[in-house]
């Protein structure tokens, strides 16, 4: 993995076995960066899909492995409490299934790199958008109230 900072945005080469958002925890945790929205693309080997069910509460999980087009990822970094920094990612893969060509798309728990990802990150300037936790979901939400 390489990065460099141009103007206010970070520029991300993650390369074969790098995992994607713990990587772009990690640069954030680094940069000292409290919020961001990310963006990318690139060439996988493994994902794992989530996706929540209202009327359970909880997430159902989905891996995908092989070849993955990375076609879009688009996710943010937000503060939660005790200033720990969360993701939420959404992710689009294509692959090939025989000679179909598939899809697969959600909420990211983990993106497993195979040859290449580029992303762009992009920290929210001017202040800090934070978490807010939703009891009824079990989820967390963006704060626009409290800002630091």
Not at 11 to 21: N, Q
Not at 98 to 117: F, N, P, Q
Request: hydrophobic share 30%.
């Amino acid at each position: 993995m390489d990065y460099r900072k141009f103007g206010e945005c970070y520029y991300i080469r993650m390369d074969r076995d790098d995992e994607i958002i713990s990587t772009i925890l990690e640069i954030c945790k680094k940069e000292n960066i409290r919020s961001a929205t990310f963006s990318g693309i690139g060439g996988c080997k493994d994902a794992e899909i989530q996706t929540f069910i209202p009327e359970t509460g909880s997430f159902e999980e989905q891996r995908i492995s092989g070849m993955l087009e990375l076609v879009s990822l688009n996710g943010n970094v937000v503060t939660g409490e005790n200033n720990i920094c969360y993701h939420h990612t959404h992710a689009v893969f294509s692959y090939k299934d025989g000679e179909r060509h598939c899809m697969a798309a959600g909420h990211m728990k983990s993106i497993t790199v195979l040859y290449t990802a580029e992303i762009e990150l992009r920290p929210v300037t001017g202040g800090t958008i934070r978490r807010k936790y939703d009891p009824e979901t079990g989820t967390g939400f963006w704060d626009l109230q409290k800002n630091i």
